[in-house]
């Protein structure tokens, strides 16, 4: 076998592990979503899962970019959806404590 296919194995490999990762923090934010009993608590398990889900997801993608200009739109994209959560995690969490929902169910 040849260099060149060797390291196509380790990316595809690396990127495969990648996914995997993101696909298990996808899963628990969606799990901790469902399970926490407050809304705080589900926004930080939501934020938190999905951001690092993201961000593995994203590094996987850029193993398999074609050219460097996709892999920036990859980049811009990904820091974009960060800005962009962080934001919203804030305005839900102020809105939360403001109205001061009931909790769903008691521990």
């Known amino acids: 076998m040849s260099w060149s296919v060797d390291i196509a194995l380790a990316l595809d490999a690396a990127t495969v592990a990648l996914l995997a990762a993101g696909v298990v923090f ?7 979503l ?3 009993p407050d809304v705080h608590s589900r926004l930080h398990a939501l934020t ?23 892999a920036v739109k990859m980049l811009v994209v990904w820091l974009l959806t960060m800005l962009a959560a962080a934001t919203v995690a804030q305005l839900v969490a102020r809105s939360a404590l403001v109205a001061r929902p009931p909790m769903d169910r008691q521990p």
């Open 26 to 32: 996808f899963v628990a934010g969606t799990i901790g």
């Open 34 to 36: 469902l399970r926490f």
């Open 48 to 70: 938190k899962a999905d951001n690092l889900g993201l961000g593995f997801i994203t590094i996987a993608l850029l193993l398999q970019a074609p050219d460097a200009w996709k």
